[in-house]
């Protein structure tokens, strides 16, 4: 059974139809990009996925479970968990009170502890535990809040452009993270730009083009894929 599945997944704006009749598939164990030009419909895809939309049409299956209508709420307790771009951590707090308020409802009191130390070495932040997370490199920030992500212990991650911002040696790191966390049993989808980042940990690349998906396969055949290339540099309308 698809840990995630999309079908017939349509939204418009006004006039405007930014995702169009989508099917698409997530196997459990998969670490999946989604890729696409500026304006391609990859946020608004996301945010159906996470209830912050509510589609026009189509349905979205979680564990062979209809949640198209459920709240987003409902959706992280049965196991979604998200990273966003900007990092939404709580800045004039410490890195590991970050973690506690992250963890309070999903470790029990008695693990608590541990569950953040652990996350801490995990996280390569545990010489700024007490550090205010304001203070952080903004890699370090990209981090933590990946740690409050899964903290809550989700079956599907997803990621917002997890490694915008950050330097080519904390983009691998992040990267090895993801894939330490994939081979522990996490499924996960990115939303990403950087493309040596989705040759790092990508099994499958799907590309998005004007709310519609355009491409899937290895990051081998998508960078291959001469269509693919031309839509990057705006010279195919469809």
Known sequence: MPILEIRALSKHFGGLHVTGNVDFTLEPGEMHCLIGPNGAGK??????????????SGQILYLGEDITRAKSFERIRRGIS?????????????VRQNLAI????????????????????FLKLAQD???LAGNLSHGQKQWLEIGMAIGLRPKLLLLD??????????TWATGEMLKGLNAKGM?????????????????????LHFGKIFAQGTIDEITA???????YLGEVDA
Not at 43 to 56: A, K, N, Q, W, Y
Not at 193 to 203: L, P, S, T, Y
């Open 43 to 56: 946020s608004t895809f996301f945010r159906l996925i996470l209830g912050e939309h509510m589609p026009d």
């Open 82 to 94: 998200v990273k966003f771009q900007v990092p939404g951590i709580f800045r004039d707090l410490s």
């Open 102 to 121: 992250a963890l309070q409802y999903h470790v029990p009191p008695a693990e608590l502890a541990e569950e953040i130390d652990r996350l801490l070495e």
């Open 129 to 131: 535990r007490n550090q």
């Open 161 to 170: 452009e997890p490694t915008a911002g950050m330097t080519p040696d904390e």
């Open 187 to 207: 499924t996960l989808l990115a939303v990403e730009h950087d493309m040596a980042f989705v040759r790092q940990i990508a099994h499958r690349v799907t590309v």
């Open 225 to 231: 894929n001469e269509d693919v290339a031309r839509i």
